[in-house]
């Protein structure tokens, strides 16, 4: 199923386009010219996360945002898992289709290890990396360990599923002085309905179902990207990934790193913090 949603071009104003991936039609936006960066979303996001550093940065550069299989206006293909695995093999169909090549990534939430999974395999066509509020490594944290234990259990999926529990309680929760009501309602018209929300209601198992996954990107990202130039811009309130946490990981991982924080930002930064992302990526990536 398509979700039957336009949305309003004052809010997002990017051309449409669909990539018909072996796993289902997937939508994304490309839009200005010069250098690539390649937007990845998590959950329960899509691209328009990314509207406003796509409205600052498309005049310089080719900005590619991409909705998951089951997020944003893609496809919810009968039969499809959800898993990271199977988003990162998406991704990357995408990038190929595209002949992406010189180009940055940018992850955040499992936006991260989507990206990266991509990424690591297409090492020599990556030129750089931006990591906001993400991870690429086995999840062991006890909260968030526990939060994909409540969210995968029945009752917590029901809500997910009938009354939009990760849009309405988590990001909406987080974002509700930030945002126009207009705005918020793009984020709710994405996931209609129960058959929409699947993807959401799987996804919070991954936290602990793609270990596997995580582990591998633990050892291969460094492996492969670990000498590319890296961004790190990190809101400092998010409670899901500690700075304090995360940033020594991301230190340890990459030779040629820059850090900024966002001192006001929790995990949604690309609402809390756009221009000063967008800024930081120009200077990083002229």
């Known amino acids: 199923m398509l979700v039957d949603f336009v949305p309003d071009e004052n809010l997002y104003p ?8 072996p796993a289902g039609r997937v939508h994304y936006i490309d839009e200005g010219t010069g250098p690539v960066l390649l937007f990845c979303h998590g959950a329960p996001a899509w691209s328009f996360l990314y509207r406003h550093l796509v409205q600052e940065l498309r005049d310089r550069y080719r900005c590619v945002a991409v909705d998951n299989l089951g997020f944003g206006l893609s496809e919810r293909p009968a039969g499809f898992g959800y898993t990271i695995a199977e988003h990162t093999a998406v ?52 909260a968030n360990r526990a939060f994909s234990v409540v969210l995968n259990s029945a009752p917590m999926r029901r809500r997910i599923l009938e009354r939009n529990f990760l849009i309405e309680r988590v990001l909406l929760a987080e974002l509700g002085r930030t945002l126009t009501a207009a705005e918020a309602d793009h984020y709710r018209a994405v996931q209609p309905s129960p058959p929409a929300r699947r993807g959401l209601a799987l996804t919070p198992n991954e936290i602990r179902a793609a270990r596997p996954l995580l582990e591998h990107l633990a ?29 020594p990981r991301v230190r340890a991982a990459f030779t040629d790193l820059e850090v900024v924080e966002l001192p006001g930002a929790r995990h949604f930064i690309q609402e809390h913090a756009p221009q000063e992302i967008a800024a930081a990526i120009a200077k990083r990536f002229p």
């Not at 990017?14 to 991936?21: G, M, P, V």
Request: with cysteine.
């Open 219 to 247: 050892r291969e990202v460094p492996a492969s990207l670990g000498d590319k130039p890296v961004l790190a811009v990190w809101g400092m309130r998010d409670m899901a990934f500690r700075p304090g946490a995360c940033l």
């Open 14 to 21: 990017f051309e449409s386009r669909w990539f018909d991936a």
């Open 91 to 142: 991704l990357g169909a995408l990038i190929d289709h595209l002949r992406l090549d010189d180009f940055v990534v940018m992850g955040h939430d499992w936006g991260g290890p989507i990206g990266l999974g991509a990424a690591v395999s297409r090492a020599d066509r990556v030129r750089g990396i931006v990591l906001g509020n993400t991870m690429f490594w086995p999840i062991d944290a006890l």
